[in-house]
């Protein structure tokens, strides 16, 4: 295995691949740098064993269904941190902080949404968008121009759909852009469209869009460590 040195010359410790299948990380470093080791969990090795049994020699995902668990799976990350969020604080900015937690799952949605029409052609569902100046959302539907790109998150709880709500609304473009990627023939996924501030293939724009979704988990991230709600993802002890 090779060693990978720093900038300053020194050569970095050798780290060990991660086993495949589910994995539990524990804390092995002191309070300076930690080092984490990850180990699989005992009572998931024959689930990995079994499913790797299963499905050898298969090939059980395609480009689509790669697409679309990538758009998922970012979808269920950014949910992860809502957790401390609730219809008080949904709306809640914080110094140097550009946005609030219901502006970035409205933003969110509303760009899925908006890449999923190029597949799917179907409009933007009126149960959770209003097109309207931006400020006509409610306690149910965003207001499109309030979440926009360059839209700015203001903190007039009005404006916005309560946090459930808002959280359904983002899992539901989640659930759409997904099931538009795995119905889309290679042919779709090749066409050229817009992106800042050239083309790219439709492909692409399903992945970058996954790093969006990303960008704004860590705004909420941020936000979380301001709003001073604690963290999500907790270290284990090293007896754990």
């Not at 524990?26 to 309070?31: F, S, T």
């Not at 149910?140 to 007039?156: G, I, L, P, W, Y």
Request: proline share 8%.
């Amino acid at each position: 295995m090779k060693e990978c040195a720093n900038t300053s010359g020194n050569t970095a410790s050798r780290i060990s691949p991660p086993p495949p299948g589910p994995r539990k990380l524990r804390n092995a470093g002191n309070n300076f740098y930690r080092k984490w080791v990850v180990e699989p969990v005992e009572s998931d090795k024959s689930e990995a064993q079994h499913a790797n049994a299963t499905n050898k020699g298969k090939n059980t995902m395609n480009r689509q269904d790669t697409l679309a668990e990538t758009i998922l799976t970012s979808g269920e990350l950014l949910v992860r941190f809502l957790p401390g969020f609730d219809d008080n604080n949904r709306t809640t900015a914080a110094p140097g902080l550009p946005n609030h937690a219901a502006w970035c799952l409205g933003h969110c949605a509303l760009t899925m949404h908006r890449v999923a029409e190029r597949l799917d052609k179907l409009p933007l569902p009126e149960a959770d968008f209003i097109n309207g100046d931006g400020t006509r959302g409610d306690a149910e539907r965003f207001d499109t121009e309030s979440v926009a790109f360059n839209s700015t998150a203001v903190d007039q709880p009005d404006h916005y759909p309560l946090l459930e709500r808002a959280r359904q609304t983002f899992e539901s473009a989640c659930d759409r852009l997904a099931t538009a990627a795995r119905n889309a023939s290679d042919s779709e996924l090749e066409v050229m469209v817009p992106w800042f501030p050239a083309e790219i293939p439709l492909w692409k724009m399903l992945i970058r869009l996954s790093f969006h979704n990303g960008a704004h988990t860590g705004q909420i991230i941020d936000l979380r460590r301001a709003l001073g709600l604690g963290p999500v993802i907790r270290s284990p002890s090293a007896d754990d």
